[in-house]
């Protein structure tokens, strides 16, 4: 199939080979300072050997293949025409593997990026770039680290992939990470990554409402996930201006009302309306660059589905990018039921403290009690005694036929304190054993709540230990399938005829780079050439193409000049 020699060509002109020699060969010395005893070399000498191995890598979604493994019963023409020979699955694997244990995926990741930002888009200015993840489902029986899978419409097993595209679509970065990893822990650290690597700064970061939410790198973009918002919730900023190239809507920047969360919420807020509506239909949130018109943000949000999820769609359907390729892995402590444990915990405590709480506040109203019974009982002695100095008053002027009428008095006011002291005494007691009955019944229901969430929390198996993938070899792949895709497109906006500019790699897997033909190896070029194609246009697109793609004069990594023609019909 000497149809990817279009791909070649784009390999030399972006300029990848001189990067992945020198990522892996550094990675390689890395690993052997490391391991001085180690006499295995994971990194082939042999220039031929090596790029034949990567090349096989590279190309088994040319080949019409998957995974290494493909390669056991493959029985096509394969890379023939490049190397004479197509390696078959063991070979392939093990080499694969090699270059995992060079822990070369993320370096070279990170290093191709360099290289695709440079070459998409030259100089140092800032540059807008689209993150999002994808998450890639893993199918196996052991008890694994599980996440939801929105394709699926479940939560099972698998790994999520961090990809960054550039503001025409090119995907720049590929990351494979844990699936319970969470967008809002990655951004910020990776904005300054690509930062240093790319020696350039983030102009603007778009993504999601996933991490919309949180106040997330210097420059971003997202918006409000939670629908249904009301104009009432905000004070606008200023005047609503029209959408540019969508005059049906408009745009007011804004800030909430509540004075609290106005104080909290320091984000940029932009509502977007239909015109002739009051309440906005989306709410756009983020740090926006100093300088952006507000009418830009709409559109500069909704190239996300073209530059980045009609990207992964493509990923996906051409460069197999929901395969997976290594399923070793190792025993972790399940950070989801660690997660729920500390959830769980926190509410323990909560009712801990709320038990804590009511149990002082019973022993706070049996001290109030305890000091009014003897408050009371004061009082009384103290009554008694008057009471017993009025009466021997009494019988002593009675004996002397005095007149009693005072000491009447006097006893009848006696008598009279005493009923109120024991009537007041009896009210306050009532309302303290009302309240002791009310705080006894919410104890009784929060050590009910309390023991059933340390029955919950206790049920938490965190001892047990789940499998999580090593990631390495996918991230290998990762990188090969993100360079396939970047090859593709080059290749179509440097050689291709116009109408075939806007062709999808799978497309252009059938169409082009899957086409027979032949390959003459002279001594100074190398000449393929291409089987005729069955209708006109396609004939005369290809005679186009292949007269852009001399004109660039490309070479092989020998120095050879290659040259593409198509046979007449």
């Known amino acids: 199939m000497p149809g990817f020699f279009s791909l ?64 056991y019963y493959y029985q096509g023409p394969g ?39 440079q070459a998409w888009y030259p100089g140092d200015s800032p540059l807008r770039i689209y993150a999002d993840w994808h998450v890639k489902p893993h199918w196996t029986k052991q008890a694994s680290q599980s996440g939801a899978v929105t394709m699926w419409g479940r939560i ?41 690597q790319w020696q350039r700064p983030i102009g603007l970061t778009i993504f999601d409402s996933e991490g919309g939410g949180l106040p997330l790198g210097q420059r971003y ?40 969360k106005a104080e909290t919420d320091q984000r940029d807020l932009l509502l977007l309306r239909r015109l002739g509506d ?54 972790v402590p399940n950070r989801t039921l660690q997660r729920q444990w500390a959830e769980a915990q926190e509410q323990v405590e909560s009712s801990e403290r709320q038990v804590a709480a009511l149990r002082q506040a019973g022993r706070n109203l049996w001290l109030q009690q305890h000091s009014l019974d003897q408050t009371y009982q004061q009082q009384q002695q103290a009554l008694r005694r008057q009471l017993q100095s009025h009466q021997a008053d009494f019988l002593a002027r009675q004996a002397a ?13 006696t008598f009279a304190l ?5 009537q007041r005494y009896q009210r306050q007691r009532d309302k303290h054993q009302a309240k002791l009955d009310q705080l006894k019944a919410r104890l009784a229901q ?45 290749a179509r906006s440097a050689f291709f005829a116009p109408e075939w500019q806007q062709l999808e790699l799978k497309t252009a897997l059938e169409l082009i780079y899957r086409k027979p033909g032949w390959v003459q190896w002279g001594t100074d070029t190398i000449e393929v050439v291409l089987t005729p194609y069955r209708y006109p246009e396609q004939q005369q697109a290809m005679v186009e193409t292949c007269r852009r793609f001399n004109a660039a004069k490309l070479h092989w990594r020998d120095g050879r000049c290659l040259l593409i023609r198509v046979a007449p019909p």
């Open 278 to 331: 009051t309440d906005p239909t989306r709410v756009y949130v983020g740090k926006l660059p100093v300088g952006l018109p507000l009418a830009d943000v709409p559109g500069l949000y909704r190239s996300r589905w073209v530059c980045q999820e009609r990207i992964i769609r493509e990923l996906v359907n051409g460069a197999n990018l929901n395969a997976n390729f290594g399923y070793a892995s190792r025993e």
């Open 8 to 71: 070649e060509g784009a390999k030399q002109a972006l300029g990848v080979t001189e990067t992945l020699e020198s990522c892996l060969q550094q990675q390689a010395v890395a690993h052997q300072a490391t391991e001085p005893t180690a006499t295995r070399r994971l990194w082939e000498q042999e220039a031929n050997t090596r790029w034949a191995k990567v090349d096989h890598l590279l190309y088994l979604p040319v080949l019409g293949l998957t995974r290494p493994r493909d390669l």
């Open 79 to 117: 890379l023939a025409a490049l190397y004479g020979f197509t390696y078959k699955y063991m070979t392939v694997e093990h080499f694969l593997g090699r270059l995992s244990r060079l822990r070369a995926g993320q370096p070279l990741a990170l290093a191709l990026s360099r290289g695709y930002t």
């Open 221 to 260: 973009l997202s918006h409000l996930p939670r629908p249904g918002y009301k104009l009432a919730a905000f004070d606008t900023l200023g005047d609503w201006q029209p959408v540019r190239a969508d005059p049906a809507r408009e745009v007011a920047l804004a800030r909430w009302r509540d004075p609290a």
């Open 156 to 196: 099972m097993p698998g790994t999520k992939q961090l990809l960054i595209n550039g503001p025409a679509g090119q995907p720049l970065l590929g990351l494979n990470r844990p699936i319970d990893r969470h967008l809002n822990g990655e951004l910020v650290d990776l904005e300054e990554t690509l930062t240093a």
């Open 446 to 490: 929060a050590t009910a709540v309390l023991a059933h969430r340390r029955q919950a929390r206790d049920a938490l198996d965190t001892a047990s230990l789940y499998r999580e993938r090593n990631l390495e070899k996918d991230q290998v792949m990762l990188n090969l399938q993100l360079l396939l895709t970047n090859l593709h497109h080059w």
């Open 418 to 422: 005493l009923d109120q002291a024991r």
């Open 401 to 413: 036929g005095q007149p009693l009428r005072r000491c009447q008095q006097r006893l009848a006011r």
